[in-house]
């Protein structure tokens, strides 16, 4: 089956340094991925999307990466503020979404 | 405006009595997604209706499980019989479309003792 994981559990960075989170995936036909931010208590939110078309997208402070040919997503958050501190996941499928297991982003001040 | 609210937020139950959980997607999103989420992992897809209809329960652990949406707005997930293995936070999602982003609410934390 489809499945997707997080190279690093743990992500350790000082606020304003740029942070770079990665994904691997395992089903080439994956079409659509998403990265949600979860704070603790909380249910995941959305932060930003890529179709299988393109291989970079951008949004505010927010860059995603793909690179298909290697199986792997990258989440790129430049200037990187405490209020970025959370859980990062992953996720790939149309309707039902696979997630990875996440990367705790931890941000110093 | 509102998101999605599920409730009760936490829910402790004995092993072996049965649960019910709510969820209230938001006003006019025709699809609704559930997901499990144990401690220190990522969500599982549980199951997915579109209006009333459930069209994937695959992600369904057992047949303790059952989940319902019979006017194609609030949803609710029930466990029959709640064994230890079923601790985990419950989350319900939402989308205005069948596919693409899904917004999902705070969750209810399950503990069976």
């Known amino acids: 089956g489809e499945s997707v994981g997080l190279h690093l559990p743990t992500l350790s960075v000082q606020e304003g340094d740029n942070s770079i989170i990665n994904c691997a995936y395992s089903n080439s036909a994956s079409d659509y991925f998403i990265w949600y931010k979860q704070e603790s208590g909380k249910g995941p939110q959305f932060i930003i999307d890529i179709r299988s078309n393109m291989d970079k997208r951008q949004g505010q402070r927010v860059t995603v990466l793909l690179n298909k040919t290697v199986k792997h997503l990258s989440l790129q958050i430049a200037a990187t503020q405490p209020g970025d501190s959370a859980v990062y996941f992953c996720a790939t499928g149309f309707q039902k979404l696979v997630f990875g297991t996440g990367t705790r982003l931890l941000v110093s001040p | 405006g509102a998101g999605v609210s599920q409730s009760p937020r936490y829910k402790v139950a004995k092993r072996g009595q049965d649960v019910a959980l709510r969820c209230d997607p938001i006003?006019?999103?025709?699809?609704l997604f559930w997901y499990q989420q144990a401690l220190g992992q990522g969500p599982e897809f549980l199951t997915y209706f579109q209006n009333e209809a459930q069209l994937d329960k695959s992600g369904l652990p057992s047949d303790r499980f059952f989940a319902e949406r019979p006017e194609g707005s609030v949803s609710t997930l029930k466990i029959q019989r709640t064994q230890q293995e079923d601790s985990a936070v419950y989350l319900c999602a939402s989308s205005s479309r069948g596919y693409g982003e899904q917004f999902f609410g705070p969750g209810t934390r399950l503990t069976v003792l």
């Open positions: 006003s006019g999103h025709v699809s």
